[in-house]
């Protein structure tokens, strides 16, 4: 696609969701409203016809053959991986690790880092407003330790209380593992403090990138976090798709993940070596499709550009939140000054469940529920929230569908 200036975006939409598909369908006889990005993305036409290209023209295992197919296939899904590389500003291309997503990526740190490391004794802090998935992984491996899994508290306005991070670390804590971006509430985390103070004590920080890799611009470098995670399908890319960033130092002393196939030098019954980085992490034949698929999905943003997408969802945010306040006895949920474009609310007297029922009927999509965030809903003392979230793709009359849909299906419901 050609790329768009600035005002081309903020202005009309249009050219960019002709790039996806999915938005010109039907859903119960209304035009689909898509407005759950934070679960999901949609998939441009690139995208798409990178998969599509790729089982048609050069499906074929990678690394190991010699044949024409195997080294396209091979050379394609390498170009990912140095693209990846850029689009987070690592230094080294051996250090991003292709997973099936974060939660992956995650859960690769904590069995092999954090069990070598974490002892007895030992403190892991995680916000308050973390996905269940940068949760179970620490408890688990803390329960087998003896370690501890401390959480930082959320204030009322949906951010991390600060004051409290501070004084929670110390020396006993050897692991900060905290969201870039809610994906409940929007709230965008001051990740490069947090870093620096972690590094103070001698805390290494893992920063889960899910939310904030589509929305945000950053350099994994000038943020010094130690590990770094996104999955591709967050960031218009396919699923099953998505990296692992490690600093080189850290990877190189990490114990293997899994064993198979690629991940190895040599075998034998007396013993096993282990291959170089990135290999020693990505055992088995990979997800090719995929992996080559999400380099399509980069290079779609990077054309647009960040900053110019930022820009145009922070438009929307702004307008759908003037909108939805207007609406009687709508309470959003998480008001940091620095947000994503992530809407959370509740409605008094409605269970939102039913609210994404009736939507549904409209044609509108949101996500209902924790948000796989219980001991966040548990914090502010409610079941969970209705959500609404926005992307590159969406536009200004979808916000009107969402303000006019919601006004009547809170007055069908009380």
């Not at 292709?98 to 939660?103: D, I, L, V, W």
């Not at 269940?132 to 009322?156: C, F, K, M, T």
């Not at 003392?381 to 809170?410: H, K, N, Q, V």
Request: aromatic share 8%; proline share 4%; net charge negative.
């Amino acid at each position: 696609m050609e790329t768009l200036t600035r005002s081309e975006l903020l202005t009309d939409s249009t050219a960019i969701r002709q790039q996806f598909p999915i938005l010109n369908r039907m859903v119960k006889g209304k035009p689909l409203v898509y407005l759950d990005n934070a679960a999901t993305t949609q998939k441009p036409l690139a995208v798409i016809d990178a998969l599509t290209h790729y089982y048609s023209h050069y499906n074929a295992n990678i690394h190991r053959g010699i044949h024409s197919l195997a080294e396209e296939a091979t050379a394609a899904f390498e170009a990912t991986r140095d693209t990846v590389k850029e689009f987070i500003g690592a230094a080294h291309r051996e250090e991003i690790i292709f997973t099936k997503g974060a939660t992956e990526g995650i859960n690769l740190v904590a069995y092999t880092w954090a069990r070598k490391n974490i002892k007895a004794g030992d403190e892991i802090l995680v916000s308050g407003m973390e996905h269940h998935s940068n949760i179970v992984p620490w408890q688990i491996i803390a329960g087998e330790n003896g370690a501890r899994v401390v959480p930082i508290p959320v204030l009322d306005d949906g951010t991390m209380d600060m004051s409290a991070f501070q004084r929670l670390l110390t020396k006993k804590t050897k692991l900060v593992a905290v969201v870039h971006a809610s994906n409940s509430l929007g709230t965008i985390n001051p990740v490069n403090s947090i870093v620096a103070q972690a590094h103070a004590v001698g805390a290494k920080v893992l920063v889960d990138g899910a939310q904030s890799t589509v929305h945000l611009s950053f350099d994994v470098q000038d943020m010094d976090c130690d590990f770094f995670v996104f999955s591709g399908h967050k960031v218009y890319g396919p699923t099953g798709s998505g990296a692992l960033y490690g600093k080189k130092e850290l990877l190189e002393t990490m114990p293997v993940f899994h064993g198979g196939g690629e991940m190895i030098k040599e075998v034998s019954f007396e013993g096993t070596t282990y291959n170089e980085l990135p290999y020693k992490y990505e055992a088995g034949t990979p997800n090719i499709a995929d992996t080559i698929a999400l380099k399509f999905a980069l290079d779609f943003v990077n054309e647009i550009g960040k900053e110019t997408i930022h820009q145009y969802e922070q438009g929307l945010l702004n307008y759908a939140t003037d909108a939805l306040e207007q609406i009687k006895g709508l309470k959003i949920i998480g008001k940091a000054p620095e947000k994503t474009s992530v809407i959370s609310f509740i409605v008094d007297g409605v269970h939102p469940q039913d609210l994404g029922i009736l939507l549904d009927n409209k044609g509108i999509a949101v996500r209902t529920g924790h948000h796989c965030t219980q001991p966040l809903m548990d914090r502010f003392g409610i079941p969970g929230t209705t959500r609404a979230s926005f992307a590159m793709y969406t536009s200004y009359a979808e916000i009107d569908a969402l303000t006019e849909g919601l006004e009547r299906s809170i007055k069908t419901l009380l």
